[in-house]
């Protein structure tokens, strides 16, 4: 293979134990990830989130273009007006736009077009996908690539980390989600692609009695 023209040696992460044991103890580890849509109010610090987002920004993409920007929104009213967006886009769904077998699939989740969690959890992390680079210093947008992949990617790190750092998270799409853009005043080239409540769980939280699908399911070894 021919060197890129600017390249640097890698050096490679080397786990504290063996891989079969550094592997099964990531899974054991995020195999406690639930969705969570019962919060407390107990604070969480803007450094942990800086962090974790800064663990997502760690994510690659296509031609390392990183076409994600997450806004954390603490602030009261901010949230307020973002559980008001979404209760709106909610009602709607479960009144009008959700098909019968949709709402069939979502009953074992017990979810409805409230959502007090909006309001409750400490942070609101909305990721928005760019569809375009941001202005460089003469005003002009790049490309990206394979946005949706990278975004998607970036996203379930985020998750991860959120886990690792002992938080509860809720990946929460309500449909459409123009509502954000509005609100939190994001330009023209930003999507938002997920609104990811973070917080604690509340003392009563309660999650949905399903099970992921067993490796085999979800595996193919040839
Ligand atoms: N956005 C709605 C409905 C919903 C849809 C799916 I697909 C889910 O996995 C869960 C909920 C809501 O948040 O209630």
Not at 72 to 81: F, G, H, Y
Not at 132 to 140: A, F, H, P, T, V
Not at 153 to 182: C, D, E, R
């Amino acid at each position: 293979m021919a060197l890129p023209p600017n390249t640097k040696p890698h050096r490679q992460f080397v786990p504290q134990a063996d891989p079969d044991a550094a592997s099964r103890a990531f899974y054991e580890v995020l195999r406690q990830r639930r969705s969570v849509r019962m919060f407390s109010d107990r604070p969480v610090s803007e450094e942990t989130i800086r962090w974790c987002i800064a663990s997502a920004g760690t994510a690659p993409s296509g031609a390392n273009k990183q076409p994600w920007r997450f806004v954390a929104v603490s602030d009261p009213e901010l949230k307020r007006q973002i559980r008001l967006g979404a209760e709106a886009e909610e009602r709607e769904f479960y009144e009008r736009r959700a098909t019968p077998e949709w709402l069939a699939d979502l009953a074992p989740l017990g979810t409805d077009a409230d959502k007090a969690f909006l309001e409750v959890a400490p942070w609101l992390i909305v990721v928005f996908k760019l569809m375009k680079q941001d202005r460089d210093d003469s005003g002009n947008q790049g490309q990206v690539y394979y946005a949706n992949e990278s975004v998607g990617i970036a996203s379930g790190m985020l998750l991860s980390a959120l886990h690792h750092a002992g938080l509860a998270s809720l990946t929460h799409t309500p449909s459409p989600m123009k509502f954000l853009s509005a609100i939190l005043g994001r330009p023209d080239h930003e999507r938002p692609f997920l609104l990811i409540p973070v917080g604690h769980p509340s003392a009563d939280c309660v999650v949905p009695d399903i099970a992921r699908k067993p490796l085999d399911e979800i595996a193919v070894f040839q």
